[in-house]
């Protein structure tokens, strides 16, 4: 209903400041303060069994909720976390943003992840895996050589099957991983089981086949969740306006 509509948009809203505002807290950010956020995490022993087979862990998230705190909490228990990030889009923002945008950039050498920026050599992310660590990927990213059409909420939208092409050369498991905000502001970390891929004998065929079998599981979060995911499309939409973006994912 239009009503449902409404409060769905003020708690995001809501959400979206909330996140910002814990942003703005990135260099404060300790093991206590980041415990004390996300109290709890499911699926840790999904993990642990991943990373016990030696070839790394791919954990394949969403610009969905408080995306930068599942790494940072992973960060500070101790597991060797790599995040891909794109190529900031500052130019493009105002001098505050711009500001900040520095600001948390010198303040991310004190906290324990390694940021990848796309554009690098494909080495650093077979490195990452090869030395049995973390390595964060957005299913949702902006950057991508190629993007794979599948059906997402009864429309054709874009994703990169990057992270599915990764796990076949490198054998490094993909588990699913979505944060969670409560109603209190603490969070919920949630690691799936590992993602199980489906092979086929045309390599095309297999990416398309796993991209869209993840969509269908980001699909169910929103569902649930939708006010985590409400302000990034909007974001999504103003970068495009701006030129700060080629195109939305979504097709039509």
């Known amino acids: 209903t239009q009503r449902e509509v409404e409060k769905m948009a003020c708690r ?3 959400i979206f400041t909330k996140r910002q505002m814990e942003n703005l807290y990135w260099g404060r950010m300790s093991p206590e303060i980041v415990a004390e956020i996300v109290p709890s995490i499911e699926g840790i022993s999904y993990l642990e069994e991943a990373l016990k087979k030696g070839r790394g862990a791919i954990l394949l998230t969403a ?7 599942p790494p940072l909490i992973l960060g500070f228990k101790g597991y060797k976390v790599h995040q891909i990030a794109g190529p900031p889009l500052i130019d493009k923002q105002s001098l505050i943003h711009q500001k900040i945008f520095n600001l948390r950039l010198k303040e991310s050498v004190k906290l324990p ?5 796309i554009g690098r050599s494909m080495r650093h992310l077979f490195r990452v895996l090869k030395d049995n660590g973390i390595l964060f990927v957005a299913f949702d990213g902006r950057e991508a050589n190629k993007m794979v059409p599948v059906t997402f909420f009864n429309h054709k939208a874009l994703f990169s099957p990057g992270p599915f092409k990764l796990s076949l050369k490198t054998n490094a498991p993909i588990l699913p991983t979505f944060i969670v905000r409560h109603e209190d502001d603490t ?5 799936e089981p590992p993602f199980e891929l489906i092979r086929s004998e045309d390599e095309e065929e297999t990416l398309a ?13 929103i569902s649930r969740y939708p006010c985590h995911y409400a302000m990034t499309l909007m974001r999504m939409e103003e970068l495009i306006q701006e030129g700060a973006l080629k195109s939305h994912f979504f097709q039509n």
């Open 12 to 14: 995001g809203l809501r």
């Open 63 to 69: 610009h969905f909720g408080s995306l930068l705190l």
């Open 113 to 117: 992840i390694n940021f990848i920026v």
């Open 187 to 191: 969070h919920r970390l949630i690691i």
């Open 209 to 221: 086949l796993n991209t869209e079998k993840f969509a269908k599981i980001f699909e169910g979060y």
